[in-house]
């Protein structure tokens, strides 16, 4: 596995939060390209609570990143805080993800750099 460590800016976006399963994002990434427009600026950015799943699925961040302010009932615009990365590309399945995370996460430790306890993927 190769592990990159990548230097983040902050990042004006669009986001909503939700409690949900994977198979829920692209309905969510859908609404919120249609609400963004053109200020819609790159892929989605979701920010995973791990300690907040159950049954139901997990609490997540659904971020689109813009260019400028979007005016919204559903979603908000805020400012999703930049930094020091460990960044690797997951091959497979979403479903396999998890043996990326037990692959990466000694690799960032080895390094002496803290985790986070919200991934982003």
């Not at 800016?9 to 986001?15: A, P």
């Not at 390209?33 to 950015?45: E, I, L, R, Y």
């Not at 009932?73 to 091959?91: N, S, V």
């Amino acid at each position: 596995m190769e592990v990159a460590y990548k230097k983040f800016e902050d990042q004006l976006v669009l986001t909503h939060r939700i409690h949900g399963k994977v198979e829920d994002l692209p309905k969510v990434f859908a609404k919120m390209s249609g609400v963004a427009g053109t200020a819609a600026k790159g892929p989605p950015v979701v920010v995973l609570h791990f300690p907040l799943t159950d049954k139901d699925g997990r609490t997540m961040d659904v971020c689109l990143p813009i260019s400028e302010k979007v005016e919204s009932d559903e979603f908000e615009t805020m400012t999703l805080t930049g930094g020091l990365a460990a960044t690797t590309i997951h091959r497979g399945p979403h479903s396999t993800i998890m043996d990326t995370y037990r692959e990466l996460i000694p690799n960032v430790y080895k390094h002496g750099h803290p985790i986070q306890e919200n991934g982003r993927e």
